[in-house]
């Protein structure tokens, strides 16, 4: 079978969707690769490279994408850049990538109407077993990280305590909202840069999580359950709500840094900090919401932009993991290349249908939407259009 790349065309998109290494081991697996020349070039990886470990070179999107068995991406495909990369997907052309179907219906609808067979890796069930599969974990540590350097970078202050003949000046304070991936990763960062750590999330049961990268936890008692399996949390009951809002004032407003990273069901942002709570805060203090790719966890936030509200700034960034290409792609690429070998023998995947994990992630096929999740936004959507 041949696995095909192609260059990445979405605003600001840095990643390659496989590296060098990862072709090396696909090759040997039994697989042909073939790579739009220039692909690799914005995360580090130049076209010599493949060619090294014998990946085939190709200058021809379109007829590369017409060839492909399989089809890797790091976004949906789509029509962009004056390309059609939907309109040259065969029918039966397996397509893998964080395709990110809640917040892109359209684009799966458009997916399926090719014929294609979809799994969104960033819908794979988070097991033991899918661990190594899961793009979504892995982007996220990655945008744990780089909010805190972003948070550094712009607050007025020294994040740890520093002594000098000058005198001594002490921690900044650090509160995560949300304590998944990227706000674990936020957190033991702002611990390792010397920052006093706190974090809260609706889920109880990740307080442990928290404590052992030497962070404080709070949190309230929830009258529900908040947890919606699989590590994502669910919405609050308007009682849960108002409770955890009066524990986010008196953390917030003694806080110098706030990353937000809070996702129901880990795709939309609910919105927790209200302008009230950001007024209340220090001029110079600093605001990550990183939830910002879900519509943003602020209620002044503007996904892609920063805003100054009384001499606190709130920056709301975008694709993150994109800004450090060259570890990105490389993690993504393991997780995918974990994706194929798994149900793979001698180059040739295998399709499974019951399989948990191919279950879970599998969006499209047949030319129909099969992921229950998107099929009930679509089905939302359509409702709201007649309405």
Known sequence: MKIAVVRECHPQERRVALVPESCEKLVRGGFDIGIESGAGAAAGYADEAYQAVDAEIETDPRALVQSADILLRVNPPSNLDGRSEVDWIQPSTIVVGSLMPLRHPREMEALAKTGAIAFSTDAIPRTTRAQAMDTLSSMSSISGYKGVLLAAAELPRYLPMLSSAAGTVFPARVFVIGAAVAGLQA????????????????????????????????????????????????????????????????????????????????????????????????????????????????????????????????????????????????????????????????????????????????????????????????????KGARA
């Open 187 to 382: 957190l033991a960062t702002a611990k390792r840069l010397g920052a006093t750590v706190t974090a809260t999330d609706v889920r109880p049961e990740v307080k442990e999580q928290i404590e052992s990268v030497g962070a404080r936890y709070v949190g309230i008692e929830l009258e529900g359950d908040a947890s919606a399996g699989g590590g994502y949390a669910k919405e609050l009951s308007a009682a849960d709500r108002e409770r955890q809002r009066e524990m986010l004032v008196d953390e917030i407003t003694r806080s110098d840094v706030v990353i937000t990273t809070a996702l129901i069901g880990g795709v939309f942002a609910p919105k927790i900090v209200t302008e009230e709570m950001i007024r209340s805060m220090r001029p110079g203090s600093i605001i990550v919401d990183l939830a910002a790719e879900g519509g943003g966890n602020c209620e002044v936030s503007v996904p892609g932009e920063s805003v100054d509200v009384d001499g606190v700034r709130v920056i709301a960034p975008l694709n993150l993991p994109a800004t450090m290409p060259e570890h990105a792609s490389l993690l993504f690429s393991r997780n995918l290349t974990h994706f194929i070998e798994t149900f793979s023998t001698e180059g040739t995947f295998e399709l499974d249908t019951e399989d948990e994990i191919q279950a879970g992630c599998l969006i499209a096929t047949n030319r129909e939407i099969v992921h229950q999740g998107t099929r009930d936004v679509i089905d939302a959507m359509l």
